[in-house]
C-alpha cells in the first residue's frame, strides 16, 4: 500500500514501521473529518482517497467524524481562534458528512469493512478530572508547545492560542486510544499538518496499551496560484451539491492546468497506471483536446455526484459548446450561463412581444438590427436552442425558460442571456 500511495502522489511521509504493519497482515486505520461545515470539499478528497486505497489493499477503514473535537476547534493551519459552533450546528454537519462519505467506502465487505464513528460517543462522556489524571498525565507541556500548529499560533502576540484549542491535541491522541479498544485501529492517517497530532495519538497508544502504532499523513495539495485546493474566485468548491452544483463541479476539474492533471489523475481516481500513462501522453501530444482534463472530470464527478450528476453536467456543459439546451431548468440555466454576458428586460416589455432583431440589438448581443438580420439569414442565430430563419420572428415572455431566461447564441460558442425581470 505505501509503494501504491507514494506512486500516487499521495504519500508525504509514515512513521518508521508502518509498512511493514501493513504488509504483515490486515490492519485497521482512520482518517478523522472535521465537522465545521455542511459539507465536505474537494480538498477532503485526499484523505478520502487515502481510506479508499486502505480498504482496497484488504485493511479496514474507520472515518471518524469529529462530533466531539468539532466543538473544540483544530489549531493546525489555522492562524486565529475558530468561531466555535453550537452543538447542534455540529451534530447537523457531522450527519451530513457521515453520507458523503458512504459514497466511497464498502461498509458491507465481508473480508475488509469500513466503519463510520463519531467521537462526541466517548468523549461527550468524558469526565474532566479523570481525564486529566489518566491521559493528561501522559503529555508534557513542553511537547505540546513544540507542536508546530501551537509555536505558530504563540509566536504571534495578537493571534495567540486558547486553552481551548491547545488541549485539541489531547483529544485527538485520546481519540486514537479509543478507537484502539473499540476496533482493534492501530493506524491514523491525515493530511501532513496533523504529523504532530499523530505522532502524539501514537504515543498515548504505546504508553496506555504497550501496543505498537503507526502514522502515514498525506499531502495538503495547493492549486496553480498557490492558494488552498479547491479555492475559486467564488469559493470553495464543495461535494454537497446543493452548495456547488454538480456543473460547477465537473468544470472544476476540467479547467485543471496541463502541468497538473496528470498528478490529478493519480491523486484522486482509481485509473490503472497504464490508463493514465496513455492520458499523460495525449496530454504531451495533444494538449488542445484536453483528453486527460475530461476523463479527470468524469471520474471524479461521478465518484462524488453518481452516474446521474455527471450526466446532469455533461449535458449542461455541452450548452456551451453549441449543445441543446433541451431539459435544463431555470436553475441549469442559471447556472450554466452565469459566467457569459447577460442583460436584464422588463416583463412588460416582452408582454405585448418584440421583434428579435430589435432585443438583440437592445441588450446588446449585436452590435446592431442589421447585423442581427445578416447574422439571422446566415443561419447563425438560436433562440432557447433552436435556430432563428424568420428575420421578423417576434419574442414573447412565454418564450422565456421558466418564465425567466431568453438564451440568444450566435454562431457557435457566443451566447448572450436575457432575463426577464419586474413587472
Known amino acids: 500500500m505505501i509503494e501504491k500511495l507514494r506512486w500516487r502522489d499521495l504519500l508525504a511521509d509514515a512513521t518508521e514501521h508502518a509498512a511493514d504493519a501493513l504488509a504483515a497482515g490486515q490492519v485497521t486505520g482512520y482518517i478523522g473529518f472535521d465537522p465545521t461545515a455542511s459539507s465536505l470539499h474537494v480538498g477532503s478528497l485526499v484523505p478520502i482517497m487515502g481510506l479508499v486505497h486502505l480498504q482496497r489493499a484488504g485493511h479496514c477503514p474507520i472515518a471518524l467524524v469529529g462530533g466531539g473535537t468539532g466543538l473544540i476547534g483544530d489549531p493546525s493551519g489555522k492562524l486565529g481562534e475558530r468561531a466555535l459552533l453550537d452543538r447542534a450546528q455540529v451534530e447537523e454537519n457531522a450527519a451530513r458528512i457521515h453520507t458523503q462519505l458512504q459514497a466511497f467506502l464498502d461498509f458491507d465487505s465481508r473480508t475488509a469493512p469500513a466503519r463510520m464513528a463519531n467521537n462526541l ?53 485520546y481519540d486514537f486510544w479509543e478507537l484502539n479498544q473499540r476496533f482493534g485501529c492501530t493506524l491514523q492517517l491525515g493530511g501532513s499538518d496533523q504529523w504532530g497530532n499523530i505522532t502524539t495519538g501514537i504515543d498515548l497508544v504505546r504508553r496506555l496499551g504497550s501496543v505498537r502504532a503507526h502514522g502515514v499523513v498525506l499531502p495538503l495539495v495547493d492549486s ?34 496541463d502541468d497538473r492533471v496528470v498528478r490529478y489523475l493519480k491523486m484522486f481516481t482509481l485509473l490503472n497506471r497504464d490508463a493514465i500513462a496513455e492520458l499523460a501522453q495525449a496530454a504531451a501530444e495533444r494538449p488542445h483536446q484536453r483528453e486527460a482534463q475530461r476523463r479527470l472530470a468524469t471520474e471524479v464527478t461521478c465518484a462524488v455526484h453518481g452516474a446521474d450528476g455527471l450526466q446532469g453536467a455533461e449535458r449542461a456543459s455541452r450548452v456551451l459548446f453549441g449543445g441543446s439546451i433541451e431539459g435544463l431548468g431555470e436553475a441549469e440555466i442559471a447556472e450554466v450561463f452565469a459566467d457569459v454576458p447577460s442583460s436584464a428586460v422588463s416583463r412588460s416589455s416582452l408582454e405585448a412581444g418584440g421583434e428579435l432583431v430589435a432585443l438583440m440589438a437592445e441588450v446588446g448581443a449585436t452590435k446592431s438590427r442589421g447585423e442581427a438580420r445578416r447574422l439571422i439569414r446566415g443561419g447563425g442565430v438560436y433562440l432557447n436552442g433552436e435556430r432563428v430563419g424568420d428575420e421578423s420572428l417576434v419574442v414573447r415572455v412565454g418564450d422565456a425558460i421558466g418564465g425567466r431566461f431568453v438564451v440568444l447564441r450566435m454562431g457557435r460558442r457566443r451566447h448572450h442571456l436575457v432575463e426577464v425581470a419586474g413587472g
Open 224 to 257: 496553480a496560484d498557490g492558494v488552498k485546493f479547491g479555492k475559486t474566485e467564488e469559493g470553495t468548491v464543495w461535494l454537497d451539491p446543493e452548495r456547488t452544483s454538480p456543473y460547477r463541479f465537473y468544470q472544476f476539474w476540467l479547467n485543471t492546468p
Open 121 to 173: 460517543d466517548w468523549l461527550d462522556k468524558l469526565d474532566l478530572v479523570g481525564f486529566l489524571r489518566d491521559i493528561g498525565k501522559h503529555f508534557s507541556v513542553k511537547a505540546m508547545l513544540a507542536k508546530e500548529s501551537v509555536r505558530r499560533r504563540i509566536s504571534d502576540e495578537e493571534a495567540g492560542i486558547s486553552f481551548t484549542e491547545f488541549s485539541y491535541q489531547l483529544l485527538q491522541a
